[in-house]
């Protein structure tokens, strides 16, 4: 008998939404996430915008976490004052919180992407760089409000993510906020050039991972979904 596929939960953006004669608030995700979890063996289940208190109940139905991209992570949730420009949304900053740290407790494997990175490492306790550019002068890692740079990031030797991509790896970003101090347990495997940090694990909990870039949209990083399905399944089986 076939051992069924894994569930991935995979946090929805709260937007807006288009579609035939309709204009309704919507919770969406773009298809190549998806697809990730598709082709790397999963069953993607989209995980809406919920009160915290839905947290534990919603951890028990996934056997893997997928923290999407989006709005900046409110700095009040780390000790500051926001910055011109910050675009935040206090509800789902308070959802995922409380989902990711049901998830961490709970041992669920986690996939932290961009801003998900971000709302890791303040889950942990960590701070954030606001503003990218205003730490190193560039725009490499945003250069538009619809377009993806085109970054190399180094990875650590003997780190998961190195096991799972390699020791190099030129990679999609569209972020602007990024590590400052890291949070409790969570140490840094990846950098761009410029010291920017672009990856962080976390030791001794299991599958924790975080990427500063967006795997889903090049098809060789969509190996990070693989491996994080392969982790779920075998955290479902004990």
Not at 56 to 66: F, N, Q, S
Not at 98 to 121: E, F, K
Request: one cysteine or more.
């Amino acid at each position: 008998m076939t051992a069924p596929r894994p569930i991935i939960g995979m946090t929805a953006y709260q937007e807006p939404a288009r579609w035939g004669g309709w204009e309704r608030a919507a919770a969406l995700l773009p298809r190549s996430y998806l697809d990730g979890v598709v082709g790397g063996g999963g069953v993607p289940v989209l995980l809406p915008v919920l009160p915290p208190s839905c947290a534990p109940d919603t951890v028990r139905a996934i056997d893997g976490l997928v923290l999407s991209g989006g709005a900046d992570v409110h700095p009040g949730h780390y000790g500051q004052r926001p910055l011109p420009g910050t675009v935040s949304t206090p509800d789902r900053d308070d959802s995922e919180l409380a989902l990711l740290r049901a998830a961490l407790a709970n041992q669920v494997p986690v996939l932290a992407i961009c801003r998900g990175m971000q709302l890791l490492n303040v889950a942990c306790g960590g701070t954030l760089h606001q503003h990218v550019p205003d730490e190193v002068d560039s725009d490499e890692h945003r250069p538009g409000p619809t377009e993806f740079g085109n970054t190399m990031v180094r990875i650590a030797p003997g780190s998961r993510l190195a096991g799972i991509i390699g020791g190099e790896v030129k990679v999609h970003c569209h972020h602007h906020q990024a590590v400052r101090r890291f949070g409790d347990g969570l140490a840094p495997v990846g950098w761009a050039a410029d010291g920017t940090v672009e990856a962080v694990e976390r030791d001794g909990h299991g599958f924790v991972l975080g990427v500063q870039w967006h795997p889903e949209e090049n098809a060789v990083d969509r190996r990070l979904f693989q491996a994080l399905v392969q982790a779920a399944a075998v955290t479902s089986r004990t």
